[in-house]
């Protein structure tokens, strides 16, 4: 008894001092905080971005890709930035609601009941009327019921899903002339149009008998009143690409076919106002049965299409007044009044310093000289041409048009092209654009051209690795750079199946749009504070390079991004490069706009400031139940449906 009474007051003895010296609680803190710092990581790489968005949208990192790209997870901004708090914090979401489905098809700055406000002489009350501040719709435009993903290019450029646009007057009304029908739940585009019955194949065929077309001598191209822009679709084929426009008018969605169908298009028309080009950017202009009056207005349509004619570039005219001896009576004309016609566009057509290279057929066409030198020795002996006083001949959008001609920048010789000779097509996208080689461009030289051009070989190898849809032949086609600078973005996608509208917005800094019209590329001029010219879900793709550091406080971010998701189709995607601060500013707005989005690192690393934000619109769609409100189908897109 004494023996085993002495044991067990040994082992107490031992341990009971032990017990006192020591404190567990900081061993219970380590702990706590190892179990706290896992959970959090889990969670930051589990509830960070949807699971459908990363399966639709970022591709998944190889081990060897690790180091380039480390920002396929959430970000952690503290541990790289010194971002202040009160900027890093997302505010809290405010979730926007879907428009009622009256709106589906909501053009902004061109609707019908805010039109009819404005004079219908000279077709003013179809140009720009945007709406006030307190008339922008704080809500969601939707897809209409059984939207459907549109046709991969090539097919899209004859076939479109009827649910996409539904409507059927062209189909009716351009029966005879073979523009579109329907078959089925699908509509055809066989290609032809008013002047070109037999297609535009056929008719292009024609032109390409007067003019060259193939030999990248002509690489940009403008239609005015394009119809479902069919030209233009076909002469893509010839390496043309073709800015094609028409106004929404009587001729229901025509612009809207033309996008669907994965061809270059806007709303627009030549009205009082020039076009939202930059001078001397076109090689050829096109005209079929446009119905522009172009003798009336002291000539101010054609003078307008001088200005956005490069010297020695082409006008091409069919219908009326062309060969109206044998027309006037299907045109329901006389014959005085289509030859009257005739003679005051070809008396205009002088007076602008242009020659006519051909009449053949129901087809004319005109060349403008390469540059001024016997125009102004005509204006000195003859005073029949007169020049404008302009100091900015590139300003438009809502500049009104003259009666007077846009001079042509000045040459040494007769021979010389004014403005700087362009290369032929491919050569022309990669040289150095004249007005660079120039030093028109105030700081900017060959150097940064290149260097730029470089940068984006670069930055797009990157998307094309962080989103993996990008580099998937077809499932983009209509791309839209809302601050396209030199171009370089679509510069770098030209071997890819895809065209892109690069924007110079009105705020930017040194206005480059006509450079990327001599690298053979289109674009137009934009201010972000209003919508863009163009009907809800026409692009696949929207690319915002320091857009919103460009606009900050000149407009709401909100609206500019409620612009974006009207002009983009369901599960588009958007690519925003930025501060980060400011991509969490956006990143708050957007995640209650149904889009899915990730903040990723720089192509440069972590360390970089600059960052981009990855977004996938979600699909969903009005129902075709209950017109009263919105109600909405969110559910898998049927693009495989046939």
Known sequence: MASGGSTNSGVSKLYRPYCKRVNI???????????????????????GVSTSFQSTVLN?????????????????????????????????????????????????????DRSL?????????????????????????????????PFPWPISRDTAWFSNVPHKELTVEKAVQNWIRVEGNKFLFPGGGTMFSNGADAYINEIERLIP???GSIRTAVDTGCGVASWGAYLLSRNILTMSFAPRDSHEAQVQFALERGVPAMIGV????????????????HCSRCLIPWHLYGGQNLIEVDRILRPGGYWILSGPPINWRRHWKGWQRSEADLKAEQDDIETLATSLCWKKIKEKGDIAIWQKPTNHI?????????????????????????????????????VSNTREIAGGALKNWPQRLMAVPPRIAS???????AEMFLQDTELWKKRLGYYKAVINQLGQKGRYRNLLDMNAKFGSFAAALIDDPVWVMNVVPSEAKINTLGVIYERGLIGIYQDWCEAMS?????????????????????????????????????EGTVIFRDDVDVLVKVKSITDGMRWDSQIVDHEDGPLRREKLLLVVKTYWTASNQGQDQPALSAHSNPMNET
């Open 25 to 47: 609680i900081p061993f219970a803190l380590v702990i706590l905080l190892c179990s706290a710092s896992y959970f959090l990581g889990v969670w930051q790489h589990s509830g």
């Open 60 to 112: 998944a990192v190889s081990c060897d890709e690790e180091k380039v790209l480390a920002s396929a997870s959430k970000l952690d901004f503290a541990a790289h930035h010194t971002v202040d708090e009160s900027k890093a914090a997302a505010p809290a979401v405010r979730e926007f609601p879907a428009c009622d489905v009256k709106y589906s098809e909501y053009t902004p700055c061109e609707d019908r």
């Open 117 to 149: 406000r404005f004079d219908r002489d000279r077709l003013i009350y179809r140009e720009r009327h945007c709406p006030a501040k307190e008339e922008l719709l704080k809500c969601l435009i939707p897809a209409p019921a059984g939207y459907k993903t």
């Open 213 to 215: 077309l193939r030999n």
């Open 270 to 285: 030549l009205a009082t106002n020039r076009l939202p080009y930059p001078a001397r950017a076109f090689d050829m202009a």
């Open 374 to 410: 016997h125009c102004k020795i005509r204006k000195r002996v003859l005073r029949s041409t007169n020049f404008c006083n302009v100091t900015n001949p590139d300003s438009a959008g809502y500049t009104k048009m003259e009666t007077c001609l846009t001079p042509l920048p000045e």
């Open 439 to 445: 030093g028109s461009l105030d700081g900017v030289t």
């Open 534 to 570: 163009t009907y809800p879900r026409t692009y696949d793709l929207l690319h915002a390079d320091t857009l919103f550091s460009l606009y900050n406080g000149r407009c709401e971010m909100e609206d500019i991004l409620l612009e974006m998701d009207r002009i983009l189709r369901p």
